[in-house]
């Protein structure tokens, strides 16, 4: 079920706040909010909903293990199996395939490889599991011997199948005593429709003309792959800062604060501020359990580079199992690594309206190393993106009217991934009725994102395979 789905919308979330505001006591929601969670995941994959009820019964098991045993040996021999256990489901269901195609080219063995479908949202619910036991082993929280609360910080629908990644200390608080109240419920509704507008209203029509022109780049010459690798920067960051934004606000209107996970990444004047406002509890996430651990910067050049090497391709391999996830990771290693060795200092000298324009053309080639998955197909679209060539744009146009003609989402979708949309429509707040600016605000995105769903069965959403 994703949330962008009128079942979502007008059945399941409807439903469920009737149903959770009407029970004044604090374990009965907790109780209601893990059955809605289970069932909001059984609804798309009801055969892997057991897996995830033995990863939660697993990772409790070993939290209150770790922490009663005082033996450092013990302690630390059961937070090795704890993660190796979260790696293994991880690698079995998401790299098995992958593992096997590759053995099977260097080896020039037949293995039978037949892929498993992959279970939803296993990469965000394992890592916020291993950030437990992590946190748990290292003494930063207390393991939690409620199986109930545990449940409700893995499972939980609003973060269940693409994050933002909440660590367990972020709202192990709010598992118990958090505050539900009028006001948290209307800015969550708020943030729910605001991210649901921008995945229907820019996103998905981002992601005709980028499938589109992907799906058969050869008919396309250099000025149409670059307006479509554009789309795809667009549709990639409002689909996911949208779902995320949708979460988020979920996530609020039950009392839960979840961390930020986008800061318009597109303004970033360096590779480095790009990874500070993308994607930002996954960036967090890998600096805090990777690359800290492994010596983080304070160490020599050549460790320096080992470390942001491995976080790297890591990060990569963690978005997908292919080689061009491992090439796009190993793309940003090499972008971070000129900027911490050589041209660090020169970017802060530079002028943003410099630095800006070259930050995002790199993170748009790198959209193409992550959008395009075959690895050769990839350096041929990017030659074609940088050589001339004697296809019409207006021809492709006129042949491909109807895609064609999203190009003028272009516009919003420009403004609203600029930070003075928001700067001005909290001034007009202040000068007019703020509550009648505001909900006739939420009120027309609501409406204009139904209707286009309505309109529409194309709503595809990019993490969803994550």
């Known amino acids: 079920m994703l949330f962008s789905s009128m079942v979502f919308i007008f059945i399941f979330l409807p439903v469920l706040c009737v149903c959770y505001f009407v029970i004044p006591n604090r374990t009965y929601r907790n109780i209601l909010l893990c059955a809605a969670?289970?069932?909001?995941?059984?609804?798309?994959?009801?055969r892997y909903i057991i897996l995830m009820l033995v990863s939660i019964t697993v990772n409790y098991l070993f939290g209150i293990g770790i922490e009663k045993n005082c033996s450092t040996g013990s302690k630390?021999?059961?937070?090795?199996?704890?993660?190796v256990y979260n790696l293994a489901v991880l690698g079995f269901f998401k790299y098995g395939a992958f593992f096997m195609r590759n053995l099977n080219i260097i080896c020039r063995t037949s293995f039978t490889v037949s892929a498993l479908p992959?279970?939803?949202?296993?990469?965000?619910?394992?890592?916020?599991?291993?950030?437990?036991?992590?946190?748990v082993y290292r003494g930063k929280t207390h393991a939690q011997k409620k199986f109930l609360n545990l449940m409700l910080y893995i499972a939980l629908f609003p973060q269940l199948i693409a994050g933002p990644i909440v660590r367990y200390t972020d709202i192990e608080n709010e598992i118990s005593k958090r505050h539900e109240s009028f006001e948290n419920f209307t800015k969550g509704l708020e943030q729910f429709i605001a991210g649901l507008a921008a995945k229907v209203i820019i996103a998905n029509n981002m992601a005709v003309i980028a499938d589109s022109v992907f799906g058969n780049y050869k008919d396309a010459?250099?000025?149409?792959?670059?307006?479509?690798?554009?789309?795809?920067?667009?549709?990639?960051?409002?689909?996911?800062?949208?779902?995320?934004?949708?979460?988020?606000?979920?996530?609020?209107?039950?009392?839960?604060?979840?961390?930020?996970?986008?800061?318009?990444?597109?303004?970033?004047?360096?590779?480095?501020?790009?990874?500070?406002?993308?994607?930002?509890?996954?960036?967090?996430?890998?600096?805090?359990?990777?690359?800290?651990?492994?010596g983080g910067s304070r160490c020599t050049r050549i460790k320096l580079a080992r470390n942001i090497i491995i976080t790297w391709m890591l990060?990569?391999?963690?978005?997908?199992?292919?080689?061009?996830?491992?090439?796009?990771?190993?793309?940003?290693?090499?972008?971070?690594?000129?900027?911490?060795?050589?041209?660090?200092?020169?970017?802060?000298?530079?002028?943003?309206?410099?630095?800006?324009?070259?930050?995002?053309?790199?993170?748009?080639?790198?959209?193409?190393?992550?959008?395009?998955?075959?690895?050769?197909?990839?350096?041929?679209?990017?030659?074609?993106?940088?050589?001339?060539s004697g296809f019409s744009v207006r021809q492709y146009a006129a042949e491909h009217a109807a895609i064609m003609s999203r190009i003028f989402f272009f516009i919003p979708a420009v403004i609203v991934s600029l930070p003075g949309l928001k700067t001005v429509y909290r001034k007009l707040r202040v000068h007019t009725a703020g509550f009648a600016l505001e909900l006739f605000c939420v009120l027309f995105l609501f409406i204009i994102s139904v209707c286009m769903l309505v309109a529409s069965t194309y709503n595809p959403f990019i993490y969803f395979r994550f």
């Open 37 to 46: 969670s289970l069932l909001f995941y059984a609804w798309g994959e009801p």
């Open 76 to 83: 630390k021999l059961l937070f090795i199996l704890a993660v």
């Open 118 to 135: 992959l279970p939803i949202g296993i990469s965000f619910y394992t890592f916020q599991a291993l950030s437990y036991i992590i946190d």
């Open 221 to 294: 010459g250099a000025c149409i792959l670059w307006i479509a690798a554009l789309a795809y920067t667009f549709q990639i960051y409002f689909d996911f800062a949208g779902y995320s934004r949708m979460a988020i606000g979920l996530g609020r209107m039950f009392g839960f604060h979840f961390p930020q996970n986008f800061n318009y990444p597109y303004i970033a004047d360096s590779i480095t501020d790009f990874w500070r406002r993308w994607h930002i509890t996954l960036s967090s996430w890998f600096r805090d359990y990777v690359y800290i651990p492994l």
């Open 315 to 388: 990060t990569g391999l963690w978005h997908g199992a292919d080689w061009n996830f491992i090439l796009w990771g190993f793309y940003y290693a090499v972008l971070l690594l000129i900027e911490k060795l050589f041209t660090g200092r020169l970017i802060k000298r530079l002028p943003k309206y410099l630095t800006i324009p070259v930050t995002l053309f790199l993170v748009v080639i790198g959209w193409i190393l992550f959008r395009v998955t075959n690895i050769t197909e990839i350096f041929t679209v990017l030659h074609h993106m940088f050589t001339p």
